[in-house]
């Protein structure tokens, strides 16, 4: 963009946030006019440089910085207590549901520009309660993008098919995987698809293969996002190669919490906790595998312990490990019901007598 259309568009911006509000159709056709002169700058500036290069992502990552920049210059206020910040306060507070008592009522839901982690053992649930967060989501338009490093994109669909049921569905993990009675899976898909296409996206990559910028490609191809579940931390490729594994977690939960602040979205990742979390029901960072730096680095952070009495049960105990804005440490107790593919709420985690915050 040119300097003087660049003046110009600080002009029009400035108007706009000081209270000169003109229909809602000028407002969105200069916005389509400023954003298309943007892009056709960036392409004249570097279209010969990612050509010469022979590489896609030098153009995507100065359009990627150029967008960032316009979106900032178009709701910048430099007034603090200007009303028009109410905006940044109402959205941020607008977090996604996940229909786990412990993360809504406590933590607040998923809010967007934040990075969540799920601590635990092997086989204790992660991907499980993750897979609920995200269909939590989509049942209420939210966009979701999963993107597995572990298990296979079918086995992934078949939790997600299994987690959107309502109760009058009749539906269960066991009758999707084994598709009987056909008819009756037929039709419930059948359903899922009018109701939900395009709020879900899942996506499979190799273990080890998938990058940061590999993500930041996909939020390219897919628009709209609000909840990335990267399924999980410790199974991406590493930023940059490091003589020792927790610099690497660092650097990846590092990257992960600028890309949900970069694109506006939530991101949530299980992670996998030390041989020590095994028949722990309370699970802390005291127990993370490799690194403890990258809980410091997440907004907020969920402990799923199990011992072998859990185990038989099929409980385990979800406790608060981390969190910028409410208390940590306290715990709740839940169910897995495996044939609905979600955690059902039980009650506080109780403790000698007093509940997991004390009280």
């Not at 200069?30 to 004249?44: P, Y």
Request: aromatic residues 10%; charged residues 30%.
């Amino acid at each position: 963009m040119l300097a003087e259309e660049e003046h110009f568009v600080d002009e029009f911006l400035a108007l706009l946030t000081a209270g000169v509000v003109e229909a809602e159709y000028v407002k969105e056709t200069f916005k389509h006019f400023a954003k298309s002169r943007a892009i056709s700058g960036i392409i004249r500036e570097h279209a010969d440089e990612a050509v010469e290069a022979g590489d896609f992502d030098v153009l995507q990552s100065n359009l990627r910085v150029k967008s960032r920049d316009f979106e900032e210059k178009k709701y910048a206020c430099a007034d603090t207590f200007n009303l028009l910040n109410i905006e940044e306060i109402y959205t941020n507070r607008n977090g996604i549901k996940t229909n786990i008592k412990l993360i809504d009522n406590i933590i607040g839901g998923m809010m967007n520009k934040e990075l969540s982690l799920l601590l635990g053992d092997a086989n204790v649930g992660k991907s499980l309660l993750a897979t609920q967060c995200g269909a939590s989501a989509v049942k209420q338009m939210r966009k979701v993008l999963h993107v597995g490093l572990e298990m296979s994109r079918a086995r992934n669909l078949i939790r997600y098919y299994t987690a959107l049921a309502d109760s009058g569905d009749k539906i269960s993990y066991g009758q999707i995987y084994n598709f009987a009675p056909e008819d009756h899976v037929f039709d419930y898909v059948n359903r899922l698809y009018e109701k939900y296409e395009g709020y879900l996206i899942v996506e499979e990559f190799p273990t080890g293969k998938c990058s940061i910028e590999d993500l930041y490609r996909l939020l390219d191809k897919h628009s709209d996002i609000e909840l990335l579940v990267v399924d999980y931390l410790d199974l991406m490729k590493p930023v940059l190669k490091r003589e020792q594994l927790r610099f690497e977690l660092s650097d990846l939960a590092l990257a992960l919490r600028g890309l949900a602040s970069e694109a506006d979205i939530h991101v949530m990742s299980p992670t996998q906790a030390s041989k020590g979390a095994k028949n722990k029901r309370i699970v802390g960072t005291e127990y993370s595998a490799e690194d403890y730096g990258k809980f410091r680095i997440a907004d907020w952070a969920i402990g799923i312990g199990q011992n072998t009495t859990d185990l038989i049960k099929k409980q385990v105990v979800l406790s608060i490990i981390r969190s910028r804005n409410s208390e940590k440490g306290y715990a709740e107790r839940y169910v897995i019901d495996f044939p609905t593919m979600r955690f059902v709420y039980m009650g506080p985690e109780i403790a000698g007598g007093q509940s997991a915050d004390g009280h």
